[in-house]
């Protein structure tokens, strides 16, 4: 696969999505000790009320941007089942929680995406609380939105893919 | 059982925790922990008392291959490091391992049993770090086995 003209594309191509598809079910699902589904659906979801795990894979011409939207039960969840205990939402060791998902999640998609010729190295993860959260996309470039739910709960992968800058 | 002076790397408070309550579930050895929140923190706070260290690649200020590399530079060549990260591309194991001097890389997310597997040779039965002697012996007593 060739990348020379990927900002001219108005989608993510589809081996790409595919690859962050599979890190997702498989590195989640990993860390919580769970079977994660992929649900094909792109309606029906409101603001967020829950956390925002933002990191990127990039290289010197291009820059894939992960956005993981977390809802407060989902974020609660795991934090029992991935550290052992349940954490307090508001608290900072939250916002670290779900910014080292983001970290480990990045390193799988920066191993998996590079198969399909797009390498590139991740950056440092940050996190975002709040309640009535939307994600907009200046300039509209190519994204791709996903829902995975598991053990009864659901959250969303958003990805972009633009120029590095 | 001996004390064990490990030094736990990582920008992530949580992740820290998760690395030292496997340690403990292990029960290799008797753990004393020193935490570091990058490299440029862990090289202030390492020392000659320390036995063995845990380290993260991407941090802040310094990454976990620069500080493992440093750490070889200073001439402690024996001092297992194992490197405990996100990064799982092949190019990013051997530059962990060549570049940086890392006898180890463990991938996260990481079970007790994937951490027991990649450490648990560094340890003798009295859980201290087994040194280079012990393997040798090891090794003696293996091949009589063998023969």
Same mark, same amino acid.
């Given at each position: /696969?060739?990348?020379? =003209?990927?900002?001219?594309?108005?989608?993510?191509?589809?081996?790409?999505?595919?690859?962050?598809?599979?890190?997702?079910?498989?590195?989640?699902?990993?860390?919580?000790?769970?079977?994660?589904?992929?649900?094909?659906?792109? =309606?029906?979801?409101?603001?967020?009320?829950?956390?925002?795990?933002?990191?990127?894979?990039?290289?010197?011409?291009?820059?894939?941007?992960?956005?993981?939207?977390?809802?407060?039960?989902?974020?609660?969840?795991?934090?029992?089942?991935?550290?052992?205990?349940?954490?307090?939402?508001?608290?900072?060791?939250?916002?670290?929680?779900?910014?080292?998902?983001?970290?480990?999640?990045?390193?799988?998609?920066?191993?998996?995406?590079?198969?399909?010729?797009?390498?590139?190295?991740?950056?440092?993860?940050?996190?975002?609380?709040?309640?009535?959260?939307?994600?907009?996309?200046?300039?509209?470039?190519?994204?791709?939105? /996903?829902?995975?739910?598991?053990?009864?709960?659901?959250?969303?992968?958003? /990805?972009?893919?633009?120029?590095?800058? | 059982? !001996?004390?064990?002076?490990?030094?736990?790397?990582?920008?992530?408070?949580?992740?820290?925790?998760?690395?030292?309550?496997?340690?403990?579930?292990?029960?290799?050895?008797?753990?004393?922990?020193?935490?570091?929140?990058?490299? %440029?923190?862990?090289?202030?706070?390492?020392?000659?008392?320390?036995?063995?260290?845990?380290?993260?690649?991407?941090?802040?200020?310094?990454? !976990?291959?620069?500080?493992?590399?440093?750490?070889?530079?200073?001439?402690?060549?024996?001092?297992?490091?194992?490197?405990?990260?996100?990064?799982?591309?092949? !190019?990013?194991?051997?530059?962990?391992?060549?570049?940086?001097?890392?006898?180890?890389?463990?991938?996260?997310?990481?079970?007790?049993?994937?951490?027991?597997?990649?450490?648990?040779?560094?340890?003798?039965?009295? !859980?201290?770090?087994?040194? %280079?002697?012990?393997? %040798?012996?090891?090794?003696?007593?293996?091949?009589?086995?063998?023969?």
């Amino acid at each position: /696969m060739t990348f020379d =003209n990927l900002i001219e594309l108005d989608r993510i191509p589809v081996e790409i999505v595919s690859k962050v598809k599979e890190s997702v079910i498989n590195t989640i699902g990993s860390m919580i000790g769970a079977e994660v589904e992929y649900v094909d659906e792109t =309606n029906g979801d409101g603001p967020l009320n829950g956390i925002i795990g933002n990191i990127t894979v990039f290289n010197s011409e291009h820059t894939l941007s992960l956005m993981l939207a977390i809802p407060k039960e989902a974020a609660i969840h795991f934090s029992k089942v991935f550290i052992g205990m349940e954490l307090p939402f508001e608290s900072d060791d939250m916002g670290d929680l779900i910014g080292e998902i983001s970290n480990i999640l990045a390193g799988d998609v920066a191993a998996n995406v590079e198969k399909v010729g797009f390498r590139g190295q991740s950056s440092l993860p940050t996190a975002t609380r709040g309640s009535d959260l939307t994600l907009f996309m200046p300039n509209k470039p190519p994204t791709e939105k /996903m829902k995975f739910t598991s053990d009864n709960i659901e959250f969303w992968l958003t /990805m972009v893919l633009s120029e590095s800058k | 059982m !001996g004390k064990i002076k490990a030094l736990v790397i990582d920008d992530s408070k949580i992740m820290r925790s998760a690395v030292k309550r496997t340690l403990n579930q292990l029960m290799l050895a008797d753990f004393e922990y020193v935490d570091a929140k990058d490299g %440029e923190d862990a090289l202030n706070k390492f020392n000659d008392e320390i036995d063995i260290m845990f380290v993260d690649w991407n941090m802040p200020n310094m990454t !976990g291959v620069e500080f493992a590399k440093a750490v070889r530079d200073k001439g402690y060549e024996k001092i297992p490091i194992i490197m405990v990260t996100a990064e799982k591309s092949m !190019g990013k194991v051997d530059k962990a391992l060549t570049e940086g001097g890392a006898n180890e890389y463990i991938t996260k997310p990481f079970t007790a049993d994937k951490m027991h597997k990649a450490i648990s040779e560094y340890f003798d039965e009295e !859980g201290n770090i087994a040194s %280079e002697d012990d393997e %040798e012996e090891k090794s003696f007593f293996k091949s009589i086995l063998n023969s």
